[in-house]
T-cell receptor, first 114, second 115 residues
């Protein structure tokens, strides 16, 4: 079985500052990794994913995450945040190959202050 | 536009009543899922279905029931046996369960409040 730990429940940051949302996973087999974003009272939207290949993956709105197998991490970063990035962010992991259901972390609330 | 619809967005029910949450998708996806979201607890899987007329219990299935009579529809019934039903419920779908086709697409959610 796999598990996900999002180390921070809340991350406050000022607009235009850099941010890192941390995600660590536990799995004895190879995995796929995902970051989802949820705006208030909405469903989740996929932000980016790592399936294979390059360990650095990027989203269209400036976020990026790096898969680090040795540290079992998939931290999400953005060099300069905007007010509109205020949302809940969820990291998810699932076993690669086969038919498996993703496991979600508890979420990190990113609060961007003006 | 293809997507997932959930209705209603807000639902109020009295304690002891069963209530059914609707989930419809027009993405032609085989797999569908129901999650419950509570503050600080992330998403917890209630039920999932890989194909019509088949579904499996997730981590917190007690007090819930589902059906999958059509590919597009996966309604969730919250029964009176569910001890703490007030929560935000999310429906999702994916092409399938296998490999890279497991990427999930989510509906907008239904917020259920039991009075």
């Amino acid at each position: 079985a796999q598990s996900v730990t999002q180390l921070d429940s809340q991350v406050p940051v000022f607009e235009e500052a850099p941010v890192e949302l941390r995600c660590n996973y536990s799995s004895s087999v190879s995995v796929y990794l995902f970051w989802y974003v949820q705006y208030p009272n909405q469903g989740l939207q996929l932000l980016l994913k790592y399936l294979s290949g390059s360990t650095l993956v990027k989203s269209i709105n400036g976020f990026e995450a790096e898969f680090n197998k040795s540290q079992t991490s998939f931290h999400l970063r953005k060099p300069s945040v905007h007010i509109s990035d205020t949302a809940e962010y969820f990291c998810a992991v699932r076993r690669s190959g086969g038919s498996y259901i993703p496991t979600f972390g508890r979420g990190t609330s990113l609060i961007v202050h003006p | 536009d293809g997507g997932i619809t959930q209705s209603p967005k807000y639902l109020f029910r009295k304690e002891g009543q069963n209530v059914t949450l609707s989930c419809e998708q027009n993405l032609n996806h085989d797999a569908m899922y129901w999650y419950r979201q509570d503050p600080g607890q992330g998403l917890r899987l209630i039920y999932y279905s890989q194909i019509v007329n088949d579904f499996q219990k997730g981590d917190i299935a007690e007090g819930y029931s589902v059906s999958r009579e059509k590919k597009e529809s996966f309604p969730l019934t919250v029964t009176s046996a569910q001890k703490n039903p007030t929560a935000f419920y999310l429906c999702a779908s994916s092409v399938g369960l296998a490999g890279v086709y497991n990427e999930q697409f989510f509906g907008p959610g239904t917020r259920l409040t039991v009075l």
